[in-house]
């Protein structure tokens, strides 16, 4: 327990003191997401027979969900997560373009005013080798 001795002495150890509360309680928030994430994998794992979800990050628990065409579950962990659009957008096309989900990719092109623009939908596309169709669609 270090000595105080000065008012200063007293503001600084209450603004350490704050400072470590601050950082318990990100560092309490982020526990608890991933445990909440683990829970979630785990009953991906259970719901799908498929043994590989659990000890991935969030973005690739997503992906692996999209290319494996678990699309509600995907959409649920973004909800549950608070995944933002742009980075929804990124994980859905990638999986996508890499699943050859080029009916797939080119519906999600469709469904609303892309927050990233429709470029990086042609740019995965051409990146995963997608028929000359989609990239002219």
Same mark, same amino acid.
């Given at each position: 327990?270090p000595t105080?001795?000065?008012p200063?002495?007293?503001?600084?150890?209450?603004?350490c003191?704050?400072?470590?509360?601050?950082?318990?309680g990100?560092?309490?928030?982020a526990a608890?997401?991933?445990a909440s994430l683990?829970k979630?994998?785990l009953?991906l794992?259970r719901d799908t027979?498929?043994?590989?979800?659990?000890?991935?990050?969030?973005a690739?628990t997503?992906?692996?969900? !999209?290319?494996l065409?678990h699309?509600?579950q995907?959409a649920? !962990?973004?909800k549950q997560f608070?995944v933002p659009d742009?980075?929804w957008?990124?994980l859905k096309?990638s999986?996508l373009?890499?699943?050859?989900?080029w009916?797939? !990719?080119?519906?999600?092109?469709?469904?609303?005013?892309?927050?990233?623009?429709l470029?990086?939908? !042609?740019?995965?596309?051409?990146?995963?080798?997608?028929p000359?169709?989609?990239?002219?669609?």
């Open positions: 327990v105080l001795t000065t200063t002495d007293y503001v600084v150890d209450d603004a003191a704050g400072l470590q509360c601050r950082d318990a990100w560092q309490s928030k608890n997401e991933a683990f979630e994998q009953k794992e027979g498929q043994v590989l979800f659990v000890g991935l990050s969030l690739d997503i992906t692996t969900c !999209l290319k065409g699309q509600r995907a649920n !962990l973004r608070a742009t980075r957008y990124w096309i999986a373009a890499a699943a050859h989900d009916d797939g !990719l080119d519906l999600f092109a469709g469904e609303r005013k892309s927050p990233i623009g470029e990086p939908f !042609l740019e995965v596309a051409q990146k995963h080798g997608g000359r169709e989609v990239m002219m669609r």
